[in-house]
């Protein structure tokens, strides 16, 4: 079963600064079947991405994912007021696990 | 436009069973590819998925809960049933439904469309 490891547990940043999220699987993730959320506070999950590196439907460019194997990232490239939340990464194919999420605060 | 809403109780005693409905619209379940999934949420924790149904009654759970969940699909009604047995108050949360496709190899994937969720408290 495979375990994945959100880092940091908690961003600290300004608006305009970059924002690097990792996600760190405890096996290979095949195919790069790999997805990011954001959640906001009393909302439900919203699809980033999905095979790593593919924006999900009126996901804007600022937002990308990279990685294969046991390592993947997500970056936003420059902070707006409305990224600031909790981003959660999943892994999809055989089975369904999701990270334990970090959350990106404003500093 | 996809939407799907979840309802049931609000309140479950420990050792009840609970059965929750996610209604949905803009799919159907009896089209080739469409899927519902269930996800739930403890306070201030992390998503943890629980089970998926697809068009074709394909089924699926979650290892550590599998004993526990049963999920059923009405298409002509546009609704999912999820119940799960034996309720403990770790099993307070949030629970979601959620829209996924099916793009083959045997394989489950992401939830594109969720619900908006709902709270189930377990306590006595």
């Known amino acids: 079963e495979t375990a994945l490891t959100q880092s940091p547990g908690t961003l600290s940043l300004s608006p305009g600064e970059r924002a690097t999220l990792s996600c760190r699987a405890s096996?290979?993730?095949?195919?790069?079947?790999l997805a990011w959320y954001q959640q906001k506070p009393g909302q439900a999950p919203r699809l980033l991405m999905f095979?790593?590196?593919s924006r999900a439907t009126g996901i804007p460019d600022r937002f990308s994912g990279s990685g294969s194997g046991t390592d993947f990232t997500l970056t936003i490239s420059r902070l707006e007021p409305e990224d600031f939340a909790v981003y959660y990464c999943?892994?999809?194919?055989?089975?369904?696990?999701f990270g334990g999420g970090t959350k990106v605060e404003i500093k | 436009q996809i939407t799907l809403k979840e309802s049931g109780p609000t309140l479950v005693t420990p050792t009840q069973t609970l059965t929750l409905t996610c209604t949905f619209s803009?799919?159907?379940?009896?089209?080739?590819?469409?899927?519902v999934g269930w996800i739930r949420q403890p306070p201030g924790k992390a998503l943890e998925w629980l089970a998926l149904?697809?068009?074709?009654?394909?089924?699926r759970y979650s290892p550590s809960l599998k004993s526990r969940l049963t999920i059923t699909k009405d298409s002509s009604n546009n609704q999912v049933v999820l119940t799960m047995t034996n309720m403990d108050p770790v099993d307070t949360a949030t629970y979601f439904c959620?829209?996924?496709?099916?793009?083959?190899?045997?394989?489950?994937?992401?939830?594109?469309?969720w619900g908006q969720g709902t709270l189930v408290t377990v306590s006595s």
């Open positions: 959620a829209h996924t496709t099916y793009y083959g190899s045997g394989n489950l994937y992401f939830f594109d469309y």
């Open positions: 803009g799919f159907s379940l009896s089209t080739s590819t469409m899927g």
């Open positions: 149904v697809y068009w074709d009654d394909d089924r």
């Open positions: 096996q290979s993730v095949s195919s790069s079947y």
């Open positions: 095979g790593a590196s």
């Open positions: 999943q892994q999809y194919g055989s089975s369904l696990h």
